[in-house]
């Protein structure tokens, strides 16, 4: 396989690497916010997220090697320091918008370029990426619509779990 021919693919791969590494980075920070504040539901949509974003990153970094790139492994920009679970889910929203929008014209440049394979690895990752938005979005409607209520029943879940949990040896 030429490296040459499918130089683009390399490119725009490494450029979505980058931007999951971030999305990594900083749902982690929220989810050790959230679970600190005892906003257990967020924080375990956090961590679950980071971990899909984490199974992107192997997606495209397979992908790379295939067509003989190297992974580069660059992280996009700095996390941002947000501690308020509403900024979070609006930040988070935003991010995933973003990757869509951009894995969906990538999809269409490996198109142009007649690798079909890059643009499958591209489609399938704006569907995911669409999936997470829809979940912070649904978070970002309860949390309108029941106000404090939701801050409240998360501390109850929790405290229900604590309650509950016997410790095994
Ligand atoms: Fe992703
Ligand atoms: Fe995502």
Known sequence: MS???FEKSIELLNKAVADELLAIHQ???????????GYDLLASLFKKTAIQEMGHVEVLSERI?????DVEMKILGE??????????????????DESA?????????C????????KKIFEDLVLDEEAHFDQFDTEM???????ENYFALQAIE????????????
């Open 141 to 147: 409607g309860n949390m309108e619509r029941f106000g």
């Open 3 to 5: 490296k040459k021919k």
């Open 101 to 109: 929008k951009e894995y969906n014209i990538w999809a269409n440049e």
């Open 27 to 37: 749902y982690m920070y929220f989810h050790f916010h959230c679970d600190d504040q």
């Open 79 to 96: 996390v941002k320091k947000i501690r308020d679970p509403k900024e979070m889910l609006k930040c988070a929203a935003d991010m995933e």
């Open 111 to 118: 198109s142009a370029n007649a690798d079909s394979a890059s």
């Open 158 to 169: 929790r405290s229900k779990v604590v309650s509950t949990t016997t410790k095994q040896n």
């Open 65 to 69: 090697l295939f067509l003989k790139g």
